[in-house]
């Protein structure tokens, strides 16, 4: 069974222009997350989907950030338009159920704005 | 101010010996906690959990320990081998949402042949 998978493993782009990222969550799991490591900080949670829902959003930074999930499976997470400060790495997650489960990760998209 | 926190950015230890990693947290609501090890140029893998209804947790050479009037848990490793080295999370949520979790810096563990 294919893991979470994330595209692209690398993006740099420029500061100003747009950047889509996209995330396939393990087949038949309802729950989806979006997380971002800044410096090798912590990972920090952005938003969970259930299904094609927003569940919890409360960790966007701000209205730059757009994450959609159509028909619930695959979600994209666009930033438009790009600064310096969202240079990071993009975690996807997914999980089947809420509880006592955790989340698989994939393997991230490093983001650099130059 | 962090929720999560692991004060040791980095530990080394001898293949063989225990590893001990340190995890506090500040959020009374955190009810479920999990750690998980990353490799280089991976994602986030997990390696065991616990609920707060317990106080440990074992699985193979992975214990977690967790002492919720001191809101600290830690992660054991013992035998450390070579093959443990990478960067390990503690993260915290809710037993509800396991999946929306809070995570500290990491530790980056290096054990020595």
């Given at each position: 069974e294919a893991g979470v998978t994330q595209f692209p493993s690398h993006s740099v782009i420029e500061k100003g222009q747009t950047v889509t990222l996209r995330c396939d969550p393990?087949?038949?799991?309802?729950n989806l997350y979006w997380y971002r490591r800044v410096m090798g900080k912590e990972i920090k949670f952005l938003l969970h989907f259930v299904k094609e829902s927003k569940?919890?959003?409360?960790?966007?930074?701000?209205?730059r950030f757009l994450a959609e999930r159509t028909g619930g499976t695959y979600s994209t997470l666009k930033v438009q338009p790009a600064e310096l400060e969202d240079s990071g790495v993009y975690f996807c997650a997914s999980s089947?159920?809420?509880?006592?489960t955790e989340a698989f990760f994939g393997q991230g998209t490093r983001l650099t704005v130059v | 101010d962090q929720q999560v926190k692991q004060n040791s950015p980095s530990l080394s230890v001898q293949e063989g010996r225990i590893s001990i990693l340190n995890c506090d947290y500040?959020?009374?609501?955190?009810?479920y906690f999990l750690w998980y090890k990353k490799y280089p140029a991976e994602g986030p893998t997990f390696l065991i959990s616990i609920s707060s209804i317990k106080d440990k947790n074992e699985d193979g050479r992975f214990t977690v320990f967790l002492n919720k009037s001191a809101k600290h848990l830690s992660l054991h490793i013992v035998?450390?081998?070579?093959?443990?080295s990478a960067v390990y999370f503690c993260a915290a949520s809710a037993v509800t949402n396991a999946g929306k979790s809070t995570f500290g810096d990491g530790t980056t563990l290096t054990v020595k042949p």
């Open positions: 393990i087949s038949g799991h309802d569940q919890d959003e409360s960790g966007m930074p701000n209205n089947a159920s809420l509880l006592n | 500040t959020n009374s609501m955190f009810d035998p450390s081998q070579p093959g443990d």
